[in-house]
């Protein structure tokens, strides 16, 4: 079994900070790529940040320069730094990573629970 677990939501006031992390835990060989997704109520899931396992983060319009997501590859963590947050900000925020889950197989996506981030005075 793969389990990844997202931690770190609540409460902050606009132009506050805060940060969320993703811990994969269970059976697999390999965790290639990250990414963090986030969905608002009423509205579809839109894709936030994404992390290869080599690097080289790539980032959605509306929270670059804001928003900083890493990788501790030895604790098998995400994670999204968030500064400057804004109102529109307010969402599940949710992580996804591709999983190899033996040495000889293929790859499949894996997906959070997710946490509440709310963005609110």
């Known amino acids: 079994q793969v389990q990844l677990v997202e931690s770190g939501g609540g409460l902050v006031q606009p132009g506050g900070s805060l940060s969320v992390s993703c811990e994969v835990s269970?059976?697999?060989?390999?965790?290639?790529?990250m990414a963090w997704y986030r969905q608002a109520a009423g509205k579809e899931r839109e894709w936030v940040a994404r992390l290869p396992l080599g690097g080289g983060a790539s980032y959605a319009d509306s929270v670059k320069g804001r928003f900083t997501v890493s990788r501790d590859n030895a604790r098998n963590t995400l994670y999204l730094q968030m500064n400057n947050l804004k109102p529109e900000d307010t969402a599940g925020y949710y992580c996804?990573?591709?999983?190899?889950?033996?040495?000889?197989?293929?790859?499949?996506?894996?997906w959070g629970q997710g946490t509440q981030v709310t963005v609110s005075s």
């Open positions: 269970g059976n697999f060989y390999r965790i290639n790529a």
């Open positions: 996804t990573a591709m999983i190899q889950r033996q040495y000889s197989g293929g790859s499949s996506w894996f």
